[in-house]
T-cell receptor
Framework: KQEVTQIPAALSVPEGENLVLNCSFT??????LQWFRQDPGKGLTSLLL?????REQTSGRLNASLDKSSGRSTLYIAASQPGDSATYLC???????????????FGQGTILTVHP | DAGITQSPRYKITETGRQVTLMCHQT?????MFWYRQDLGHGLRLIYY???????DKGEVPDGYVVSRSKTENFPLTLESATRSQTSVYFC???????????FGPGTRLTVT
């Protein structure tokens, strides 16, 4: 059974800092890994999707990397801003084939606070 | 509006009542999912569907029923609601190719 762990559980940083959020998964036979952002009381917004054949993806100030062999992914946020404050979730997508296609297993999330 | 919508956004019901949560997507995505989010448990998969008339259980399916007669709709029914089903429910969909999942805004359900 896939298990996903996110470290740290919470992070508070001053504005402008570069930061790294960590995600680890136990079963390396993933199809993809997806990073989400969730604001309080809101739904999930997809930030980055890394397919299993890729090593990293970038979108603006965000960069996500994937190392399947070690079961790790990191989300790097450059020059953090107060608007980045939210919960960040990573989710591992199950492999191809059969009815397990595309199922996501989520970590517990990292609560990020960026203060001015 | 394009995208994925859920209704109702908030629902209060009594123990033992049947309640149906609706999910609609306009992308014609093949795959649709239902998750629940609870403090201490995170997001857990309830049911998912690969196409119309094809559904399968996720991690926590007990007490729930789904159907998918049309590609764009994926309702979730609580046959006899219990207090333990108080939660926030999210619907999601994904295309066959990328499998990137897109989430709806959620339904906050309270069972009294």
């Amino acid at each position: 059974k896939q298990e996903v762990t996110q470290i740290p559980a919470a992070l508070s940083v001053p504005e402008g800092e570069n930061l790294v959020l960590n995600c680890s998964f136990t079963d390396s036979a993933i199809y993809n890994l997806q990073w989400f952002r969730q604001d309080p009381g809101k739904g999930l917004t997809s930030l980055l999707l890394i397919q299993s054949s890729q090593r990293e993806q970038t979108s603006g100030r965000l960069n996500a990397s994937l190392d399947k062999s070690s079961g790790r992914s990191t989300l790097y946020i450059a020059a953090s801003q107060p608007g980045d404050s939210a919960t960040y979730l990573c989710a591992a997508g199950s492999g191809a084939g059969g009815t397990s296609y595309g199922k996501l297993t989520f970590g517990q999330g990292t609560i990020l606070t960026v203060h001015p | 509006d394009a995208g994925i919508t859920q209704s109702p956004r908030y629902k209060i019901t009594e123990t033992g009542r049947q309640v149906t949560l609706m999910c609609h997507q306009t992308w014609s995505h093949s795959y649709m999912f239902w998750y629940r989010q609870d403090l201490g448990h995170g997001l857990r998969l309830i049911y998912y569907s690969a196409a119309a008339d094809i559904t399968d259980k996720g991690e926590v399916p007990d007490g729930y029923v789904v159907s998918r007669s049309k590609t764009e709709n994926f309702p979730l029914t609580l046959e006899s609601a219990t207090r333990s089903q108080t939660s926030v429910y999210f619907c999601a969909s994904s295309a066959t190719g990328t499998r990137e999942q897109y989430f709806g805004p959620g339904t906050r359900l309270t069972v009294t």
